[in-house]
């Protein structure tokens, strides 16, 4: 809420009004509250960001008092020429496309059975919850061991001992898209209890009598979702969505700590940390970070615009 001062009579404007203490006091304070938040904001956010702008356009030298020439564009040429940097943008698409569809899904059916009266629903929804809060560095360990390409890594016991599928242990972690089975895998169950969450957030403040309204008109449960619960939570749907695009998209510890980037597997911010962190080349790697906040920014407004749109429609 904004505190305003009230209009100044032309009368007394004229004959030389002043504001009071008081009413310097109701303008300034929303300053008070706005101000140290931005002050974190700029030294966080906006400071790094212009600095990797900045690095991003030079052939940056980290010697002390050492020159770094201006560049200009040619960073950014030539990542969108690097066919790795391509692959890491394909690698990212993937898991994004993967992931955020399924962890919507499944987390939108989990909140319906846990907004209904589900005996220890409370238990469920803290299990459900569980691998948000857990390290990522933990939970990716975990799953590079249940990937592990000897036969006791649990993937490889299931395939052989139990499915019956294979006759030798699989090397998930030695070929592109097997490797991404197992990264998808943990992105998608450590997310669902997020997106279960957020929806089942919504869902509570579906209002009963909708509910009740629709099913003396007769209709059954997947009429009513249809019908009551999915329009009333469509926000929430978009921005579920929106930001597990983000997210997927600046995938990193599960990459870095499962692969490493090798053989292929390679994302944007792996290969950024990777240029900057090995091999020093600290231009190229902010131009890469800084190609990937415009192609996140881009199709945040894309998918902003799009669900407004069809949310008018």
């Given at each position: 809420?904004?505190?305003?001062?009230?209009?100044?009579p032309?009368?007394?404007?004229?004959a030389?009004?002043?504001?009071?203490?008081?009413?310097?006091?109701?303008?300034?304070?929303?300053?008070?509250?706005?101000?140290?938040?931005?002050?974190?904001?700029?030294?966080?956010?906006?400071y790094?960001?212009?600095?990797?702008?900045?690095?991003?356009?030079h052939?940056?030298?980290?010697?002390?008092g050492?020159?770094?020439?201006?560049?200009?564009?040619?960073?950014y040429f030539?990542?969108?020429?690097?066919p790795?940097?391509?692959?890491?943008?394909?690698?990212?698409?993937?898991y994004t496309?993967v992931?955020?569809?399924?962890?919507?899904?499944?987390g939108l059916?989990?909140?319906?059975?846990?907004?209904?009266?589900?005996?220890?629903?409370?238990?469920?929804?803290v299990?459900?919850?569980l691998?948000?809060?857990t390290?990522?560095?933990?939970v990716s360990l975990?799953?590079q061991?249940?990937?592990?390409?000897?036969?006791?890594?649990?993937?490889?016991?299931?395939l052989?001992?139990?499915?019956?599928?294979?006759?030798?242990?699989?090397?998930?972690?030695?070929n592109?898209?097997?490797?991404?089975?197992?990264?998808?895998a943990?992105g998608?169950?450590?997310?669902?209890?997020?997106?279960?969450?957020?929806?089942?957030?919504?869902l509570?403040a579906?209002?009963?009598?909708?509910?009740?309204?629709?099913?003396?008109?007769?209709?059954?449960?997947?009429?009513?979702?249809?019908?009551?619960?999915?329009?009333?939570?469509?926000?929430?749907?978009?921005?579920?969505?929106?930001?597990?695009?983000?997210?997927?998209?600046?995938?990193f510890?599960?990459?870095?700590?499962?692969?490493?980037?090798?053989n292929?597997?390679?994302?944007?911010?792996?290969?950024m940390?990777?240029?900057?962190?090995?091999?020093f080349?600290?231009?190229?790697?902010?131009?890469?970070?800084f190609?990937l906040?415009?192609?996140?920014?881009g199709?945040?407004?894309?998918?902003?615009?799009?669900?407004?749109?069809?949310?008018?429609?």
């Open positions: 809420m904004t505190a305003t001062v009230p209009p100044v032309r009368a007394a404007a004229a030389g009004w002043k504001p009071t203490a008081s009413s310097r006091r109701s303008t300034l304070a929303p300053w008070a509250f706005i101000l140290p938040g931005f002050i974190i904001y700029a030294v966080v956010m906006l790094p960001a212009v600095q990797t702008l900045n690095m991003s356009l052939e940056w030298s980290i010697v002390p050492a020159d770094s020439p201006w560049i200009g564009l040619d960073n030539r990542a969108f020429n690097d790795e940097f391509i692959t890491s943008l394909v690698n990212a698409g993937v496309a992931t955020v569809p399924i962890q919507m899904a499944i059916g989990l909140a319906l059975l846990l907004n209904d009266h589900l005996p220890g629903r409370t238990l469920f929804r299990l459900f919850y691998p948000v809060v390290s990522w560095v933990v975990l799953f061991f249940i990937f592990s390409s000897s036969a006791e890594g649990l993937a490889n016991s299931l052989i001992d139990v499915l019956h599928v294979a006759d030798e242990p699989t090397s998930f972690f030695l592109r898209w097997t490797a991404y089975i197992a990264i998808c943990l998608i169950w450590k997310g669902l209890g997020w997106s279960m969450l957020i929806f089942l957030a919504a509570t579906v209002p009963k009598e909708l509910h009740e309204a629709a099913a003396l008109d007769g209709a059954n449960a997947w009429q009513r979702f249809r019908n009551v619960s999915l329009p009333a939570i469509r926000s929430a749907v978009a921005t579920v969505f929106i930001l597990l695009v983000i997210g997927g998209f600046n995938v510890i599960s990459v870095m700590l499962m692969t490493g980037g090798e292929d597997t390679h994302v944007p911010l792996t290969m940390y990777e240029q900057g962190f090995r091999f080349d600290f231009g190229y790697g902010s131009a890469i970070s190609s906040t415009i192609i996140v920014l199709l945040s407004a894309f998918q902003y615009w799009w669900t407004k749109r069809k949310t008018k429609l």
